[in-house]
């Protein structure tokens, strides 16, 4: 165990590493208010005390004016849809439309609240037993964010006609509104993340953690980022170590003459000097507790095991024209393999939470590819099924695990699309839906203000049919992070424009979700 020191001895060696010793002291001590809030706003002790956010990001802005959608049955609201969208998608008669037919839409069950019937896309049905999305909705266990987007302040058609309100910095710009889903942020460029934020906050409460409570399975993202907790990169068969690195923690055997063997004794000497230099210190046994961290959860995870079938499992059948995979080598050509695989490993890690100390958690899911300047019918086609059979089987090894009221995914994406075709696709707009899925989540309703779709509606600009959101991305995150466990009092904290949209209460600004 390393010595610990004095803080007359911090401050002195930070000057002598020409670091700012007054910037160092005022982040420890920020760092130590934090821990303290958050230990004393979890419940200590309490196992059962397990919360969980899981982002489901589609990056490249998905068109998911065609994921929910008026139903047919509504109507003038899906009369209105098909003229915006250009008609009826037709290989041959109309291959510019981008409007799904009537006898396609699965109508979603109704409920009081709805203005009119809401329809999905059609490839949102169940798959082999297991609810799709539309079933998940029917039986309350998802829900819809219609027109959700960034947003510095409320806006109308006319306060965007004339100028006077305030719009989101690089308002059309992929890695722009990227950044601003995941701070909320919207006139500014950060580099930290509101979930990094409320983690800086609640780690705390995990006691004894041994990996951050933040998981990744795409990288390094600005999501969970924060300015002392940081995301901890996984892939969908768990941690590993330096390359060419052979610790004996998870190699009990190490050779002596091997490239493996000679890098790894390097690295072993280098970590077990005694530094005198605060930083090189430092370095060391953060180095040294990495380490440690990532043979601690390769063990774990590797133990860990579901029943579920996902896609890429021997044995999971997928639809037609995809072949079964035959094991875990030849996983056949079914294009949910990557992203099922990932979800498997979300669940794998959560199953043993309580080996790593952790009551809270969240991870980080990027499907990317929804940029669809061309071919949007056939690759939301292709798409959606992934995501609907991927989190049919969440949802199923979720019940698995008994976990599904302590567990709350949501989907986040750069922006919908335009409601016209360009000739052969959409474009890059603003306002869309989003879902939220979980067993906390007062599903089974669209929350927000589904847009009229006609060009001159009064949430509708520009000729190419962008919409103006209605519910800013800060109250969307304002309910997940209350219910993950940021106190009202902290909610600034991690989103600090929140007062612009919402005063912080007791309940959410949309009902969203239950305590």
């Known amino acids: 165990m390393s010595r610990s020191f004095s803080r007359r001895e911090f401050i002195g060696q930070a000057s002598c590493a020409a670091v700012g010793s007054l910037g160092l002291l005022s982040t420890l001590l920020n760092l130590r208010m934090a821990n303290s809030a958050a230990a004393q706003g979890l419940p200590s002790g309490d196992p059962n005390d397990y919360r969980a956010l899981v982002c489901l990001f589609f990056a490249g802005g998905m068109d998911s004016y065609n994921l929910l959608l008026p139903a047919p049955a509504s109507g003038a609201p899906y009369n209105t849809y098909v003229t915006t969208r250009g008609g009826i998608y037709d290989a041959v008669a109309n291959s510019d439309g981008l409007a799904l037919p009537s006898s396609s839409v699965l109508r979603l069950a109704a409920h009081a609240s709805d203005p009119f019937g809401y329809g999905v896309h059609p490839r949102c049905a169940d798959h082999a037993g297991s609810s799709g999305m539309a079933s998940l909705y029917g039986q309350g266990s998802l829900a819809f964010v219609a027109n959700v987007g960034t947003l510095a302040e409320r806006i109308t058609k006319t306060t965007y006609n004339n100028s006077t309100a305030r719009r989101p910095r690089g308002l059309y710009s992929h890695s722009d509104q990227v950044q601003q889903w995941h701070t909320s942020a919207a006139t500014e460029a950060r580099t930290i993340g509101w979930a990094g934020l409320a983690a800086d906050l609640l780690h705390a409460g995990n006691q004894d953690a041994r990996v951050s409570m933040n998981i990744s399975l795409a990288g390094n993202n600005t999501w969970q980022t924060g300015r002392a907790v940081f995301n901890y990169n996984i892939s969908s068969t768990g941690s590993s170590l330096p390359s060419d690195y052979a610790s004996p923690l998870a190699t009990p055997v190490v050779g002596t003459t091997s490239r493996s063997a000679i890098r790894t004794a390097a690295i072993d000497n280098q970590l077990q000097q005694e530094y005198q230099n605060l930083l090189d210190r430092t370095f060391a046994q953060n180095f040294r507790d990495s380490i440690d961290a990532s043979a601690a959860f390769k063990d774990a995870f590797d133990a ?103 567990v709350t995914l949501y989907s986040a994406s750069d922006f919908a699309r335009t409601l016209t075709s360009n000739g052969a696709g959409s474009d890059h707009a603003w306002g869309g839906n989003a879902f939220v899925l979980g067993g906390a989540v007062n599903g089974g309703r669209v929350y927000g203000s589904y847009p009229d779709l006609a060009l001159n509606g009064p949430a509708v600009v520009t000729s190419r049919g962008v919409t103006l959101p209605a519910v800013s991305v800060d109250e969307y995150f304002a309910e997940l992070a209350l219910w993950l466990g940021v106190s009202p009092g902290q909610l600034d904290s991690v989103l600090p424009r929140i007062r612009n949209f919402y005063t912080p209460g007791a309940t959410g600004p949309l009902g969203l979700m239950r305590a």
Request: charged share 20%.
């Open 304 to 406: 860990s095991t579901l029943a579920t079938l996902f896609p890429g499992d021997p044995g999971y059948v997928p639809p037609a024209p995809y072949t079964a995979p035959v094991s875990t080598s030849s996983r056949g050509n079914d294009p949910a393999v990557s992203l099922g695989q990932q979800f498997k490993a979300v669940l794998r890690t959560i199953k043993v939470r309580q080996d790593l100390g952790l009551r809270r958690q969240t991870f980080f899911l990027n499907y990317g590819g929804w940029d669809h300047h061309d071919e949007v019918i056939a690759s939301m086609d292709r798409m959606v099924d992934v995501v609907n059979r991927c989190l049919a089987a969440y949802w199923q090894g979720l019940g698995e695990l008994g976990l599904r009221e302590k």
